[in-house]
């Protein structure tokens, strides 16, 4: 069976820069990066919705520096057959090299507004860093 899939909206649903004033730049190795995400089906519409929150840490000081959001809506045809079941963890495919494929398309498109937000800034040269594909399964298949 085909499946047919498409990304239907892209968008940056959050962004702060938290730098404290007259304060340093941290130094590149004191950056650290976090996340929190939600994926969620939505039948009705036939659509998968990602979103992806990092938040860039300053692990020397334990401040939050900044945080910038994505969601992504992909839709899924036949999503039942992509889909086969959803609860409070998360959702179940049976298709797992697609979602890798949506997580990518989001943490990419992040790594895009990140890089745009914190230009001229002096968090210009913090780039989100490639992350494996085994550590973002890891991160989004680990119960909360």
């Known amino acids: 069976m085909e499946i047919k899939y498409s990304i239907t909206k892209l968008n940056e649903t959050r962004y702060s820069l938290e730098m404290p004033f007259g304060a340093e730049s941290p130094a590149k190795q004191d950056i650290m990066f976090s996340f929190r995400h939600r994926i969620i089906a939505d039948k009705e519409s036939s659509s998968i919705i990602i979103e992806i929150i990092v938040f860039v840490n300053d692990k020397k000081n334990g401040l939050t520096l900044a945080e910038n959001g994505v969601t992504a809506v992909f839709n899924v045809d036949p999503f039942d057959v992509v889909v086969v079941a959803t609860d409070e963890d998360g959702i179940k495919v049976s298709e797992p090299r697609l979602m890798d494929t949506f997580i990518n398309i989001t943490i990419g498109a992040l790594r895009g507004v990140l890089a745009k937000n914190f230009k001229q800034t002096s968090l210009e040269d913090c780039i989100l860093p490639l992350i494996p594909m085994e550590e973002v ?8």
Do not use: P, V
């Open 137 to 144: 399964r890891r991160m989004f298949t680990t119960k909360k």
